[in-house]
């Protein structure tokens, strides 16, 4: 199996890994055959693959066996902002490289350096994406993985942006929708659950980020922090909040 590096993952404090864990435990009582799971936004930039690296890293350190897929095949930026290093010889290949029927499926799994975690990378990018996203190896892909992982996490594009998300709920067993707080209309809160409920499939929960807070359970603390009914998320780095309000 071929393998990679993350070489930019910063620690969670300890609210902030608390919380993730409250959202991996809520996820794990979500049910037996609630495996696979998409994570999505409305916009761009709310924090959806910063969630969705966290929790495949908990999950990991939980004893479960996951695998991130990085299903957002216009624009993803997991490798360059996690620097992520391919550590064989052989040219990195992805999802991407697989939905076109160029590569097979044992030859986009990479086993990170966490022990328990997997990653299917981007691969090559492209610009019309929904073709290759409405195809039956994607949907093999996906319930393959079930059967090999006890989760399978799918960072998928933003469902307010591009119809991609809507097509890949129709594979997975349930959506955490990612919600950048005040930047948000309700309108496009209520067009996103509906566009993800005609598809059949259930919304799990959602995460509110962007709110900033003092204290977690009675302790006080000083942090910038992602926020839902699940907990608090820890932000990697103030730097990020002026670009990600804008």
Same mark, same amino acid.
């Given at each position: 199996?071929?393998?990679?590096? $993350?070489?930019?993952?910063? @620690?969670?404090?300890?609210?902030?890994? +608390?919380?993730? /864990?409250?959202?991996?435990?809520?996820?794990? &009582?979500?049910?037996?055959?609630?495996?696979? !799971?998409?994570?999505?936004?409305?916009?761009?930039?709310?924090?959806?693959?910063?969630?969705?690296?966290?929790?495949?890293?908990?999950?990991?350190?939980?004893?479960?066996?996951?695998?991130? %897929?990085?299903?957002?095949?216009?624009?993803? /930026? !997991? %490798? #360059?902002?996690?620097?992520? #290093?391919?550590?064989? /010889? +052989? #040219?990195? =290949?992805?999802? *991407?490289?697989?939905?076109?029927?160029?590569?097979?499926?044992?030859?986009?799994?990479?086993?990170?350096?966490?022990?328990?975690?997997?990653? !299917?990378?981007?691969?090559?990018? =492209?610009?019309?994406?929904? @073709?290759?996203?409405?195809?039956?190896?994607?949907?093999?892909?996906?319930?393959?993985?079930?059967? #090999?992982?006890?989760?399978?996490?799918?960072?998928? @594009? @933003?469902?307010?942006?591009?119809?991609?998300?809507?097509?890949?709920?129709?594979?997975?067993?349930?959506?955490?929708?990612?919600?950048?707080?005040?930047?948000?209309?309700?309108? +496009?809160? !209520?067009?996103?659950?509906?566009? $993800?409920?005609?598809?059949?499939?259930?919304?799990?929960?959602?995460?509110?980020?962007?709110?900033?807070?003092?204290? &977690?359970?009675?302790?006080?603390?000083?942090?910038?922090?992602?926020?839902?009914?699940?907990?608090?998320?820890?932000?990697?780095?103030? *730097?990020?909040?002026?670009?990600?309000?804008?």
């Amino acid at each position: 199996m071929r393998s990679l590096t $993350i070489n930019r993952f910063s @620690p969670l404090s300890y609210a902030g890994a +608390e919380a993730v /864990n409250m959202l991996c435990t809520n996820l794990s &009582f979500s049910g037996e055959n609630v495996k696979k !799971i998409m994570l999505t936004s409305c916009h761009a930039s709310e924090g959806k693959s910063y969630l969705s690296m966290n929790v495949m890293r908990t999950m990991a350190k939980l004893g479960k066996s996951v695998v991130l %897929i990085d299903a957002d095949l216009r624009r993803s /930026n !997991i %490798i #360059q902002r996690y620097g992520i #290093q391919f550590n064989d /010889n +052989e #040219q990195p =290949v992805g999802l *991407s490289h697989l939905l076109a029927g160029m590569v097979e499926e044992a030859d986009v799994i990479y086993e990170t350096d966490i022990l328990g975690a997997y990653m !299917i990378p981007v691969g090559r990018k =492209v610009s019309n994406s929904l @073709p290759l996203l409405n195809s039956a190896r994607f949907q093999k892909l996906v319930d393959d993985l079930a059967e #090999q992982f006890d989760y399978v996490i799918i960072d998928a @594009p @933003p469902i307010g942006l591009v119809i991609d998300a809507a097509q890949i709920a129709k594979y997975v067993d349930g959506t955490v929708l990612v919600v950048a707080y005040n930047s948000v209309r309700r309108q +496009e809160l !209520i067009d996103a659950k509906e566009q $993800i409920a005609a598809t059949g499939c259930p919304i799990l929960g959602a995460v509110m980020n962007q709110t900033e807070y003092d204290n &977690f359970l009675s302790k006080k603390y000083s942090y910038k922090s992602y926020y839902s009914h699940y907990g608090y998320y820890q932000r990697e780095d103030d *730097s990020e909040k002026s670009s990600v309000r804008k």
